[in-house]
């Protein structure tokens, strides 16, 4: 089907009528937060040049540089509050209507705003905790500061001794096999495929709402600016996140 542009008021037809909503969320959701986005002028990349998994793992200069932007929030991925978009989406989790968020995001926002963690599929992880990289073994960002910051000691497992780093993904660095498998399964078994505040331009993340429409999901779009996918979708919207969905999923929003 070709682009449809709509309008809130299609938006809130569309969302009334669906069953099983699975949301997938860039970071055009997060940036009323403050959290700054990727990729455009004065994003995240264009003010920090990103470090490379291989370079990370294979340099002590490259993870001491990494884990000094962690531990100054240089990045701004962390320590925003949820705002109306997040806490709309929390609003169909409660009405039975949403079934799970897919994010691109690593800010922990959506957690924050009331969904349940298991609901919540991080496909670039999360940047409010560490992990091992030889063991998994979690690792909370404050416990580690002290030794960094103290005694200049990079960041080692405490279990097995292993190389430690922030729970986001690196370029460079595998796609997580567990939730890009839940990811397809929550995208091939819901009825609406709702898109807010992605590009849709990095893959194979991008190709989910592809997968939803193929599979007989209808393909909504909210976004500022025109994306890649907008002409297989059911209904564009070109809005603000936050003001279109606190309209269209109010507080008594039908269950």
């Known amino acids: 089907m070709s682009e449809k542009l709509g309008k809130r008021e299609d938006l809130a037809q569309v969302l009334r009528s669906a069953e099983r ?16 986005d990727f990729r455009s002028p004065g994003g995240v990349w264009s003010r920090m040049k990103p470090i490379l998994f291989q370079d990370f793992v294979n340099s002590e200069e490259k993870r001491r540089e990494s884990w000094t932007r962690a531990f100054q929030g240089r990045a701004g991925w962390t320590g925003r509050e949820p705002n109306a978009g997040h806490y709309a989406l929390a609003r169909l989790w409660e009405a039975g209507r949403l079934t799970s968020v897919i ?18 599929i991080e496909l670039h992880g999360n940047a409010s905790y560490a992990t091992c990289l030889s063991c998994g073994l979690r690792h909370e960002i404050e416990d580690l500061r002290p030794a960094f910051e103290q005694r200049g000691e990079l960041p080692a497992c405490r279990s097995c001794g292993g190389i430690v780093k922030t ?5 460079g660095q595998s796609m997580p096999e567990e939730p890009m498998r839940r990811a397809e399964e929550e995208t ?10 992605s590009s849709l331009t990095v893959w194979p993340a991008a190709g989910f709402p ?6 007989g999901a209808r ?14 979708a059911h209904l564009v919207v070109y809005d603000e996140i936050g ?13």
């Open 243 to 255: 003001p279109t969905l606190s309209e269209v999923v109010p507080a008594n929003f039908p269950g």
């Open 167 to 171: 729970a986001t993904i690196s370029f």
């Open 210 to 215: 592809i997968q939803a429409r193929r599979a």
């Open 21 to 36: 909503i699975v949301a997938f969320t860039g970071a055009g959701i997060s940036t009323e937060s403050g959290i700054p």
């Open 219 to 232: 393909l909504v779009i909210v976004n500022r600016d025109p994306t890649d996918l907008d002409e297989h």
């Open 103 to 120: 994010t691109q995001n690593v800010d922990n926002l959506h957690q924050h705003s009331g969904i349940p963690a298991d609901r919540v």
């Open 188 to 197: 091939l078994s819901c009825d609406l495929f709702l898109v807010l505040g």
